[in-house]
């Protein structure tokens, strides 16, 4: 199977515990298993209501919605939006969604934006036509089909026209039990000595329990040690409609028998715990349901996975579970079947014990955690389809997209009289994450760029001080070196930042330095540079070397005669380029093994390096790294898709598609732009405004990036949603993005 995305936030839809309902423990079962198979992923559940007040639901219910009111199901929907679920995982039977055939549920699956999952609990051969409406809403909004057994598989191909490649039949889950001796729990319920049988689940008519009774005669002729145990409370809508009326005749039907002593009747609706016990004091287990066309018995598969002899009736879920001589089946409604059926396994014990171990060794691939496995790939599946099934031409013009005007509302937003923000939580600046240089850098290179084409406003000068007062506090005059991180208090987070932040902040006062008309500005820089530009040549960080490298050719666009600062470039430069002749070959022409985050700028240093010195086919190389990137980042259909930070790219390996981030883009972006400035090649001017277009949309999603109505950026395209929050670091590379096109455009019209 292919590396897919973990997901991260799940939220499951159906019924659920205490609500007494098969579904319902079903979906705390799988939930719980996913949650403890994966500990770093939070799953939440949704839980429909089919009583005025719910029910009281465990903590992991975050919201609840109701049957009856249609309403409720569109806010249900909302509340999974605004939470950032990647996946829904729905659990369908007909019966427990309100409208015609559960029809209301498409009202909220309509309403969410994230891929969805339904597992079908039951799956009709002969489907009435409310039903077979609700199934077909059901295959437009879902991404994926579960299913529990191999009918079920085919019934939705040739039933319902679903496509082979969108079902995955998972098993139920399983409890994980021992293969043991049912003598070690038979005394916690008085029937030692004993052989036990059992059913177990929800008492209804359509379970056949009477023909069991009625068989129990034959049974005790041959073996008068057997006991049955019938263990489960009436179903909740039978208890409402007409009370414990089937469960009185069942009782009534033993006395007039004369099995009083051999059918004992358990009315409770037991714990985990509870059922271990109870399934472990077993030697046989009973289906005798009348419904053929059953695709799912949870008590059958814990029973089955718990290695116990089954007999049952040949509805679909069991024939496909007992074949291979796992159990045995018998006919509907035919209490003589199932006589001869008990006694004749308890009178081949040998051949019994060969049966259970069968099932008990298929139940290892049943077991809960295995499920939890299968059903995560399955979502995994869910969210690469949406990615893969995306049309950026069905949803983005063709042509040159417009280009958006300036709208720095959000820009001012994040930025307070400290700096600008590092994270926001959607459109809001997030206090929490506080501060950091790297952003305060590009902000203020923002700035100085808005300033360098006449678009700057007293406001935006004004917080420029700021980003810069910001990079001078950051500035330790003992080590020579910028602090990164701040929290919202003031407080430095760490002795020292990181290689990039520092080379980073050299890139913005040394821009300052060559670009600024503020005096003051240019000094404070200058200050900066000349201190903090020593400490990189002891840097092993490549992308450190090239921002650095970026940040020495600013500076030296005012003091070209600066032999120090020139010599540390030609320093930098031969660093790139020994690490380039040590990882490059024919088919992978990089600095590295790995292409990781802010691949563009080890080209873009290089580009300049190349043009402005005359270290041998260093321009060749930045050029053809660049080719190399661009055309590895371009999908067949022309739309820019960057690496993915989901695992990068390692050479020999496939390339992450997802989380793309607009870090990735502005590079690529200025190194274009630096290209075609160089070049003027018009390859590199239309490659840059491709690129740049994928922050409105032409991208693996057909979703913009760009928020219209902040004018900020949303953090990361993902494998099948955008990530809503808006953090400086992406807004910054959709802004710098912007200033640098349209600073390419002004110096276009001069040079003509």
């Known amino acids: 199977m292919k590396n897919l995305s973990r997901t991260s936030h799940l939220a499951f839809v159906g019924d659920y515990v205490p609500r007494r309902c098969g579904i319902a423990t079903f979906t705390a079962d799988i939930c719980e298993a996913i949650a403890e198979e994966f500990p770093e992923t939070k799953c939440i559940v949704g839980s429909v209501n089919d009583c005025e007040g719910g029910y009281d639901y465990p903590s992991r219910v975050k919201f609840e919605f109701e049957e009856k009111e249609i309403a409720s199901y569109r806010r249900a929907a909302e509340f999974l939006n605004i939470n950032n679920v990647e996946v829904v995982s729905v659990q369908h039977e007909f019966g427990i969604y309100g ?42 909004l879902s991404n994926r089909f579960i299913v529990m057994a191999d009918r079920g598989r085919h019934l939705l191909e040739s039933v319902y026209g679903v496509a ?23 005394d916690e319920f008085g029937v030692e000595g004993k052989t036990v049988l059992l059913t177990f689940g929800l008492l209804s008519p359509n379970k056949g329990i009477e023909y069991v009774i009625q068989a129990m005669p034959a049974i005790l002729a041959r073996n008068p040690d057997v006991v049955y145990l019938v263990l489960g409370a009436t179903h909740p809508h039978l208890l409402a409609s007409e009370g414990e009326k089937y469960r009185r005749k069942l009782e009534r039907l033993v006395k007039s028998l004369g099995i009083s002593d051999s059918v004992i009747f358990h009315n409770q609706f037991v714990t985990l715990e509870k059922l271990k016990e109870y399934i472990g004091a077993a030697d046989i287990y009973l289906t005798p349901y009348l419904n053929a066309v059953q695709i799912t018995s949870g008590t059958l598969a814990y029973a089955f ?70 059903y ?90 700021g980003y810069l007062a910001f990079l001078w506090y950051a500035f330790d005059g003992n080590t020579c070196r910028f602090r990164n991180f701040m929290s919202y208090s003031r407080q430095w987070l760490e002795l020292h930042g990181s290689e990039d932040s520092h080379a980073r902040a050299l890139w913005a006062v040394a821009t300052a330095l060559g670009r600024s008309k503020n005096a003051g500005h240019r000094n404070l820089c200058a200050l900066l540079f000349q201190r903090g530009l020593p400490p990189v040549s002891r840097f092993s960080s490549p992308r450190a070397w090239a921002f650095a490298i970026i940040a020495i050719h600013e500076y030296l666009r005012t003091l070209s005669g600066d032999r120090v600062v020139a010599k540390m470039r030609d320093t930098l430069t031969t660093m790139l380029l020994d690490l380039y002749h040590a990882n490059s070959t024919s088919d992978w022409q990089w600095f590295e093994r790995s292409a990781t985050y802010d691949n563009a700028k080890l080209s873009h240093a ?103 109505s902040t004018g900020g950026c949303r953090d990361a395209l993902l494998q099948d949603h955008i990530n809503q929050n808006q953090g400086a670091e992406s807004s910054l590379a959709f802004y710098l993005s912007w200033v640098e096109l349209q600073r390419s455009e002004a110096d276009e019209k001069i040079s003509t």
């Open 305 to 374: 996975g718990a290695g116990k002899a089954v007999i049952s009736t040949p509805y679909w879920h069991a024939e496909e579970l007992l074949a291979g001589e796992r159990g045995i089946l018998v006919p509907f409604a035919d209490a003589p079947a199932i006589a001869a059926g008990v006694n004749g396994i308890l009178a081949e014990p040998t051949r019994m014990t060969a049966m259970r171990k069968r099932a008990w060794k298929q139940g290892r691939d049943m077991i809960w955690p295995v499920v939890a496995r299968c």
């Open 99 to 140: 409208g015609p055939a559960g029809i209301h549920l498409l009202e909220l699956l309509q309403g969410v934006r994230m891929p969805v999952v339904t597992t079908l609990h039951t799956v009709l051969q002969n489907p009435n036509a409310d039903q077979r409406a609700a199934m077909a809403g059901l295959d437009q």
């Open 164 to 186: 082979s490649e969108k079902i995955d039949l998972i098993p139920h889950g399983v409890i994980d039990l021992p293969f043991i001796d049912s003598n070690f729990f038979k």
């Open 376 to 465: 995560m790939e399955s979502f995994g599946r869910a969210r690469e389809s949406m990615s893969e099934g995306a049309v950026v031409t069905n949803s983005v013009p063709q042509g040159p997209l417009p280009m958006p005007e300036l709208k720095l509302d959000h820009l001012l937003t994040m930025s307070d009289h400290t700096g600008i923000f590092q994270h926001a939580i959607y459109n809001v600046p997030n206090f929490h994450e506080g501060y950091c240089t790297d952003d305060n850098a590009r902000a203020y290179i923002f700035t100085v760029l808005l300033e360098d084409l006449g678009l700057s406003t007293v406001e935006v000068r004004r917080h420029a001080s």
């Open 606 to 708: 290089m580009i300049l390096s190349g043009y402005w010195t005359s270290q041998g086919g260093t321009l060749e190389i930045g050029l053809k790294s660049l080719r190399w990137l661009l055309e590895a980042q371009t999908t067949p259909d022309g739309h820019f898709a960057p690496i993915g930070c989901n695992g990068f790219w390692p050479c020999g390996r496939e390339r992450a598609r997802f989380d793309q981030q607009p870090l990735e883009a502005h590079a690529m972006i200025s190194a274009c732009l630096e290209a075609f400035s160089v070049t003027r090649d018009e390859y590199w001017r239309v490659a840059a405004r491709r690129c740049f277009d994928w922050f409105l949309g032409r991208n693996d999603l057909g979703q913009p990036l760009y928020d219209a």
